[in-house]
């Protein structure tokens, strides 16, 4: 089995797939997209990508890309403890005028950065694999990266600084996009079991996402999330993005579909769980 994740090799995304499948074959993707693309043309069986980070929030270019472009099923998924480390060359200079990584990992660092390297310039990369391997290949630059401890190891970078994202709690989820049935390792307890649904309303009237809420809570389902995106269909048009605690049962969730259906409202589900490691 090929599996397609964000790469370089080193990523927060290539410790969650590992985590996700005992057995396979790891091909790297430059970004989100491509990943997506590579199932949807068989190259690869299955992609792993990020969704959404306790501190940063929901991953919008994974879940558009979902909506919009490429909609794979979500077979599974898995939730990562994310370590951000500052990361420069052993055989480089030890003064840092520029700090490279994934937009989300530069925010998630913000008030270390602004501590201890309020002049340093921020640029941005695809991920956290991809700072560290340019750092690796530019010496001569004062550079430094932010990314894991994997990717410290697999670039022969000096971690300078251990753990400077702000937040302690710091995760990601990750999910697992397929249009096959896969064999997923997830030995880790269950304790985020979820059920995610986009819903769109038929149109904007006074009370619309009230009933639709209301459905949910008839039936004493669970909402952890609800979030708005963009149906890129004109200015103020939203679907609606809700989590329902706990996996898809034989009762409560298929009976809000009908409800759903009474009020206008197009849906559609992704059951996915989620395994902290």
């Known amino acids: ?31 989100i997209p491509s990943c997506m693309d590579a199932v949807e043309s068989k190259e690869v ?13 929901s991953v919008n270019l994974t879940i558009d890309y979902l909506i919009h472009k490429q909609r794979i099923p979500i077979v599974g998924g898995i939730t990562v403890p994310i370590e951000q480390h500052l990361l420069i060359n052993r055989d480089g200079s030890q003064e840092v005028n520029k700090i490279m990584s994934h937009p989300h990992a530069i925010a998630q660092c ?5 501590k201890k390297y309020p002049d340093a310039e921020w640029e941005y990369m695809n991920s956290t694999g991809a700072a560290a391997d340019f750092v690796k290949k530019n010496p001569e630059l004062k550079v430094a990266a ?10 022969g970078l000096h ?30 307890p269950h304790s985020e079991d979820k059920t995610m649904l986009m819903v769109t309303l038929p149109s904007d009237f006074p009370g619309a996402l009230h009933q639709v809420l209301s459905a949910f809570a008839w039936r004493k389902l669970n909402m952890t999330k609800i979030e708005s995106r963009p149906t890129k269909t004109g200015l103020g048009n939203y679907f609606f993005i ?3 605690q706990g996996l898809m049962d034989d009762v409560l969730i298929p009976g809000l579909f009908p409800s759903l259906k009474h009020l206008g409202v197009e849906w559609r ?5 989620h395994a902290i490691r």
């Open 45 to 57: 069986d299955v992609a792993v990508v990020p969704i959404e980070n306790a501190i940063e929030g």
């Open 110 to 114: 913000h008030e270390f950065l602004q």
């Open 269 to 273: 589900f992704w059951a996915v769980i």
């Open 1 to 31: 089995m090929k599996i397609g994740y964000l790469g370089p090799k080193g990523t927060f995304t290539e410790m969650a797939a590992r985590g996700l499948f005992e057995i396979g074959e790891l091909v790297p993707y430059r970004t």
């Open 146 to 155: 932010i990314a894991n401890e994997l990717a410290a190891k697999e670039y």
């Open 159 to 188: 971690i300078k600084h251990e753990n400077i994202h702000d937040f302690s709690n710091n995760r990601t989820s990750f999910v697992a996009l397929s249009n096959d049935s896969v064999t997923l390792t997830c030995n880790g």
């Open 242 to 244: 809700i989590d329902v």
